[in-house]
C-alpha cells in the first residue's frame, strides 16, 4: 500500500533582543487548531504547503508572512522534519524543511 506524501517549508523566526549587555532570543510561534479536534489549540512555527514551482525557501517566506504578519531575512536551513500521521483513514508520510530567521522588521503587522 503507497503512502500519500506532503511537502511543507517553514521557518525558527528569531529576533535578538539586546538588554543590560546579554543578547536573549525571542521565538516566533503561531497558535494552531489540532487536525482531529480543532477546538485544541497548540503552539508551532509557521509553516505550509509548497505550492506550485515554489522552493522550500519561497514556501517558507510566503507561510511565514501570511500566518504571521512578519517578514524576515533567512539565514540558513536548520533541518528536515519527516514523520508519519494518520488522516481520515490514510497514513500520511510529511516532509518539512524548516529554515532558521532572523527576524528583519521589513515588515511587521503581528496576526
Do not use: C
Request: no cysteine; charged share 25%; glycine share 10%.
Amino acid at each position: 500500500m503507497s503512502m500519500k506524501r506532503e511537502i511543507s517549508a517553514g521557518g525558527v523566526v528569531f529576533k535578538t533582543v539586546r538588554s543590560q549587555g546579554s543578547g536573549d532570543s525571542q521565538v516566533l510561534l503561531v497558535s494552531a487548531g489540532s487536525l482531529r479536534d480543532r477546538s485544541k489549540l497548540h503552539w508551532k512555527f509557521p509553516k505550509g504547503h509548497i505550492e506550485g514551482e515554489e522552493t522550500s525557501e519561497q514556501a517558507a517566506l510566503r507561510e511565514v508572512e501570511e500566518e504571521t504578519g512578519v517578514k524576515a531575512k533567512v539565514t540558513g536551513k536548520l533541518a528536515f522534519s519527516r514523520y508519519t500521521y494518520p488522516f481520515k483513514g490514510e497514513k500520511i508520510f510529511k516532509i518539512v524543511a524548516i529554515l532558521l530567521w532572523n527576524l528583519s522588521l521589513v515588515s511587521q503587522n503581528l496576526r
